[in-house]
């Protein structure tokens, strides 16, 4: 019985994972660092990846996944191969969003943003993301250069990066509504900006 378990908890995470874009999954993937270790997590195939979810998280990959997919917005995956949490999630019908986030740190200042936050920010700026880094972020060509050159062919990774490098530069400042305030003169999809006001109260 318990192989019957593991070859159809095994066949889920596979199925999920091949509902993955190729850039969400790599930010699936990039989820998992420092949980796996790298050099058995950055080449790994979506099959290869699933063993190591196996192995990793014993009787709990499935959950682990629903976390991951979560944070990634796909809620829809979570609902549709019924992973654990799947019940807490609004039905079909409903908005895709998880309940507002606290923005108030426990000094009643904005907290800074999470590296969750700015994946879903990367997920949604598009392809002019080093002329919004040099104009509006205030980083450097060379800089935005390198981040390209490390993330090769995946867009979403460079413009995380990019972010995560104004994250560190600006600290305790880098809430969402000093990240709208950059990118509100920028030609960027509306919906960066609505979902920094969804997270900032901006």
């Known amino acids: 019985m318990e192989a019957a378990e593991a070859a159809a908890e095994r066949e889920t995470l596979l199925a999920l994972q091949l509902a993955l874009p190729e850039e969400q999954f790599q930010a699936f993937k990039y989820l ?53 949490g799947a019940e807490d999630l609004p039905g079909p019908g409903g908005p895709e969003r998880e309940p507002p986030q606290a923005t108030m740190g426990p000094s009643g200042e904005q907290r800074v943003l999470k590296e969750r936050d700015l994946l879903q920010v990367a997920q949604k700026l598009g392809r002019e993301w080093q002329e919004v880094g040099i104009q509006c972020l205030g980083l450097e060509r060379s800089r935005l250069e390198q981040i390209r050159e490390d993330n090769p062919n995946n867009v979403v990774m460079q413009i995380f990066e990019m972010l995560r490098e104004w994250l560190r530069r600006e600290k305790r400042h880098a809430t969402a509504p000093h990240l709208h305030a950059c990118l509100a003169g920028a030609n960027v999809d509306p919906e960066v900006l609505a979902f920094l006001q969804s997270i900032g109260g901006t």
């Open 32 to 84: 998992l660092e420092g949980q796996i270790p790298l050099s058995r997590l950055r080449p790994a195939t979506r099959p290869a990846l699933c063993s190591l979810l196996l192995q990793h998280f014993p009787g709990r990959a499935l959950r682990t996944a629903g976390v991951l997919l979560r944070q990634l917005s796909r809620h829809d995956l979570v609902q549709r191969f019924q992973l654990p």
